[in-house]
């Protein structure tokens, strides 16, 4: 049961064949499209609420024909938080005779791997089981080796992790528990997706990287599916996504349209701003919307401890911008030197495991709400896309460790 009709060239528009394996078209992202009118005749809005809690439940809305082939780990159906002390930090510019803005944070850290990456793995690994896959092989700056590794057990597929060095040392060892084969490259991404190249050329493997497949899209399009049930089929007035390669932010802009298009999101109403959030060390997105570029610079030296922000150069970048310009959003980089600051003020004030990638989207609610562009009253849902607790790096060095209340016991010496 499948209401995919074709996949379409993002670039051009150009329809392509459906049930085969697909990778670009050229070399931009390939969109799944879905005959629509028959999805809305299939299943309602409130059939949906007897369904299990998870991304499952929107499955006339995802790709996988035959349900055996589905892999999950019950991934989906993050909570909502409202986060009132947060926006007080973050608001306190308002006037307090104007009702404040209503801050929430949609926590993916809860998500199975500690990432949002598990959506988009579970729709592309399913994908690849259905289409006869048996070698998948991912480039990873984080959390998404992890995701695969885990996903591709699922499936008992056999599952290839490239990585550079200086990855983060709990996505490197989650790669290998898993049972990947999980290797360190001594170079950046792009080198680890040049060595993918090869190994998809002489050994068969499929490269599921961000965007060169077309449906890890189709399992990220599941937050802003949630995110509208969760609201009772209403949309917040501004969405901030921390931005890397533009899955996450790509998918829900497509989740929007169709939702509208299957009337259960009304066609009239307001979309949300999206906010593209980067940080300085590595800020194409920003840089090619200040510019008024379609397509953005590959950003150089790119540097960040927000591991999953360090994509010097989307495939899809086009499409990210398209969708902010079209929401009356932005792209902001925020300086990678505070985001250790607004992680910690987001962690003591709300007890959310904020990632520093998601860091940088609450520094751009702070300076959106201080250059006027959140108005009273407003609703604004940041995205956290990752546990704290994978970045113990950042954790040991940049923030208050345990070392200065060692405690000698006894306490009174000689009692
Ligand atoms: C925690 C985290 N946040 C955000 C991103 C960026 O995701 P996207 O490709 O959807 O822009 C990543 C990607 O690695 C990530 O691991």
């Not at 989906?76 to 986060?83: D, F, H, K």
């Not at 922000?309 to 902001?332: C, M, N, Q, T």
């Not at 925020?334 to 004030?349: A, C, F, G, Q």
Request: aromatic fraction near 8%.
């Amino acid at each position: 049961m499948s209401f995919v009709t074709h996949l379409e060239g993002a670039i051009d528009g150009s329809r392509l064949e459906a049930r085969q394996l697909a990778t670009t078209h050229k070399d931009r992202p390939l969109l799944v499209r879905y005959d629509l009118p028959a999805v809305s005749r299939a299943i309602s809005r409130d059939q949906l609420t007897a369904r299990d809690a998870t991304m499952w439940r929107y499955r006339e809305l995802l790709p996988v024909e035959h349900n055996e082939n589905i892999v999950t780990l019950g991934e989906g159906m993050t909570p909502l938080l409202p986060c009132p002390a947060l926006g007080a930090a973050l608001f306190k510019s308002f006037s307090s005779s104007s009702t404040p803005p209503q801050l929430f944070i949609k926590d993916e850290s809860q998500l199975p791997t500690g990432s949002f990456k598990s959506r988009g793995l579970s729709v592309a690994v399913s994908m690849a089981k259905e289409l006869g896959v048996k070698h998948i092989a991912i480039p990873t700056a984080g959390n998404a080796g992890g995701a695969l590794a885990a996903y591709a057990a699922r499936a008992g597929l056999e599952a290839f992790v490239f990585m550079p060095e200086d990855t983060p040392v709990v996505n490197q060892y989650e790669a290998a528990l898993f049972g990947a084969r999980a290797f360190l490259v001594n170079g950046l991404i792009t080198d680890c997706a040049k060595i993918i190249r090869e190994g998809a050329d002489q050994f068969g493997w499929f490269d599921i990287s961000t965007l060169k497949e077309p449906y890890r899209i189709e399992g990220k399009k599941t937050m802003g599916l949630e995110l509208a049930e969760q609201l009772n089929w209403r949309l917040p007035n501004h969405i901030f996504y921390p931005t890397g390669g533009g899955t996450g932010l790509i998918g829900m802009w497509k989740a929007f349209s169709e939702l509208q298009q299957i009337g259960w999101l009304d066609a009239n109403a307001d979309k949300p701003a999206m906010h593209a959030c980067q940080s300085t060390g590595c800020a194409p997105i920003p840089a090619a919307f200040a510019q008024g570029e379609r397509f953005a610079d590959p950003a150089e030296n790119a540097h960040t401890i927000a591991s999953g922000l360090r994509v010097p150069k989307a495939i899809g970048d086009f499409l990210i911008l398209d969708a902010i310009r079209e929401s009356g959003g932005s792209a902001r980089a925020i300086d990678e030197d505070s985001l250790t600051h607004w992680m910690r003020l987001t962690t003591t004030l709300e007890g959310i495991s904020l990632c520093p990638e998601a860091a940088a989207c609450v520094g751009a609610v702070a300076r959106c709400a201080e250059q006027g562009a959140i108005q009273p009253g407003q609703s604004v849902v940041i995205f956290n896309t990752g546990a704290a607790q994978k970045y113990v790096e950042v954790i040991e060095t940049k923030l208050p460790t345990l070392d200065h209340n060692k405690i000698n016991w006894p306490l009174i010496k000689g009692a």
